[in-house]
């Protein structure tokens, strides 16, 4: 019994340690490409996921992080085939795994697999479905990705943050939010990211704090207080426009729009602890931080 308790406390650390990494890495293509389908580029993400989920990497719709395939034909062909030509060639993909923000390349990886269809949209989707999610090819590439990133982020931290800061002070908070979110959570030191990811919030608070005050004033003005009080949630309540922003609260709560009231004092009764109020922060923050990866207009991202 004692080594069946042992042996579960052991196995339980170690999933503990590999899932608590803290790393997202996204599947993202170039813009303008023309290669891959929206379909073939779902199926070619689709055979990463077993190898990051063993390795404890999480997947991620958006992330500064990304696994950026390219893609070349290798002795192409296309023989004609009664009513349609066949295209067949040696499909070559070429995976690399790198920080958009800083082009900091952590692993790469060519696989070359033959593929044959009506169309080179065809080929490339009869090779992905010959390459098998358990590539041992492929979960190298995953674990030691993962492996360079988080070695990468131990030692160039202060760095890292540093570059964050040089964003802030040209008031592009999102991309120095972006930056700082793409650092593994388990890393020594992850305090310093979190207190400089609160603090570039803040900053992106003050210049962004009377645009949405001024949204939320004119939501309720129009009467409409759910749109109102979604503005208001946006708002560090310790931030400069917060007067403004309790004033607009106990407005609202002076309605007859039960629902927009049990959501202020919601807002209200969040704003008073602390521990809530930096979890919202955070969020907010990591909102930030997607909204711009997803308005890069050098990448696309499959999900």
């Known amino acids: 019994m004692r080594k069946v308790l042992l042996t579960m406390i052991i196995l339980l650390t170690s999933?503990?340690?590999?899932?608590?990494?803290?790393?997202?890495?996204?599947?993202?293509?170039?813009?303008?490409?023309?290669?891959?389908?929206?379909?073939t580029a779902k199926m070619l993400r689709s055979k990463f996921l077993p190898a990051m989920t063993e390795s404890g990497v999480e997947t991620a719709e958006v992330s500064t992080i990304a696994i950026k395939p390219e893609i070349s034909f290798v002795n192409k062909q296309v023989v004609e085939g009664g009513m349609r030509n066949i295209h067949t060639s040696d499909?070559?993909?070429?995976?690399?795994?790198?920080?958009?923000?800083?082009?900091?390349t952590f692993a790469s990886c060519v696989v070359t697999v033959r593929g044959e269809g009506f169309s080179d949209d065809d080929a490339i989707k009869n090779a992905i479905s010959k390459l098998s999610a358990q590539d041992k090819r492929l979960t190298d590439f995953v674990n030691k990705a993962k492996d360079k990133i988080i070695d990468y982020y131990q030692h160039n931290l202060n760095?890292?943050?540093?570059?964050?800061?040089?964003?802030?002070?040209?008031?592009?908070?999102?991309?120095?939010?972006?930056?700082?979110?793409?650092?593994?959570?388990?890393?020594?030191?992850?305090?310093?990211?979190?207190?400089?990811?609160?603090?570039?919030y803040r900053q992106y608070q003050t210049q962004e704090?009377?645009?949405?005050?001024?949204?939320?004033?004119?939501?309720?003005?129009?009467?409409?207080?759910?749109?109102?009080?979604?503005?208001?949630?946006?708002?560090?309540?310790?931030?400069?426009?917060?007067?403004?922003?309790?004033?607009?609260?106990?407005?609202?709560?002076?309605?007859?729009d039960a629902e927009a009231r049990r959501a202020v004092e919601l807002i209200e009764r969040q704003?008073?602890?602390?521990?809530?109020?930096?979890?919202?922060?955070?969020?907010?923050?990591?909102?930030?931080?997607?909204?711009?990866?997803?308005?890069?207009?050098?990448?696309?991202?499959?999900?």
């Open 15 to 39: 999933y503990a340690t590999i899932y608590a990494q803290g790393i997202e890495i996204a599947f993202a293509l170039p813009v303008g490409n023309c290669q891959l389908s929206d379909n």
């Open 91 to 104: 499909i070559q993909f070429n995976f690399v795994c790198t920080n958009l923000a800083t082009s900091t």
């Open 159 to 200: 760095s890292v943050i540093s570059r964050a800061r040089t964003f802030a002070n040209i008031q592009q908070y999102d991309e120095g939010l972006a930056l700082l979110f793409s650092c593994p959570a388990t890393i020594s030191g992850y305090t310093k990211v979190n207190n400089e990811i609160t603090t570039i």
């Open 209 to 256: 704090c009377n645009n949405v005050i001024q949204k939320a004033r004119a939501e309720f003005s129009n009467g409409n207080f759910d749109a109102a009080v979604e503005y208001l949630q946006q708002i560090d309540m310790t931030s400069s426009c917060a007067t403004e922003a309790k004033q607009l609260c106990t407005q609202i709560k002076q309605t007859k």
């Open 271 to 303: 704003s008073q602890r602390e521990a809530e109020l930096e979890k919202t922060r955070i969020k907010a923050a990591r909102d930030v931080a997607v909204a711009y990866c997803k308005r890069r207009n050098d990448v696309y991202f499959v999900w």
